[in-house]
């Protein structure tokens, strides 16, 4: 049963990232897939920030970050009362391997991981499966 192709166009979509440098490649990646509409943070306190100031429909996040870590902020995305929307699928770039990280993750309602550097087609990938069910 074929798919019908992802309007990238309507949705948007939200990358946190500490790196510049990465968070460009990736916003870059996004464009050449078809967003249009891409909001960036450098941390996950300016990641919330952004998800209560306006409701992205996918959120691209990296683990590793300091002074709010991917993790911390999928938990307080989770439990926020001022988010439109708490459900909003994330997406971890991630080069950990360690379960632990892997199931505090998924406790949280991580909803799929891409392994760093992203590559053009396993982002798209990840992030058609997530858009499919819209």
């Keep these: 049963m074929d798919r019908k192709p992802v ?29 249009r509409s891409i909001a960036e943070a450098d941390n996950g306190e300016t990641g919330m920030r952004e998800c209560i100031r306006a409701t992205p429909d996918v959120i691209v996040c990296d683990i590793d970050m300091k002074p709010v870590s991917g993790l911390q902020f999928l938990a307080d995305l989770r439990a926020s009362a001022e988010v439109r929307n ?31 550097p992203p590559s053009f087609g396993a982002l798209k990938e990840r992030v058609d499966r997530l858009l499919a069910g819209r």
């Design 7 to 35: 309007d990238y166009g309507q949705y948007s979509i939200l990358v946190i990232e500490d790196q510049p440098f990465v968070r460009r490649t990736i916003m870059q990646i996004l464009s050449q897939i078809g967003f």
């Design 86 to 116: 708490r459900r909003t699928p994330v997406v971890f770039l991630t080069n950990h391997t360690e379960s632990e990280i892997v199931k505090k993750a998924m406790s949280l309602g991580v909803n799929g991981f891409v392994v760093k």
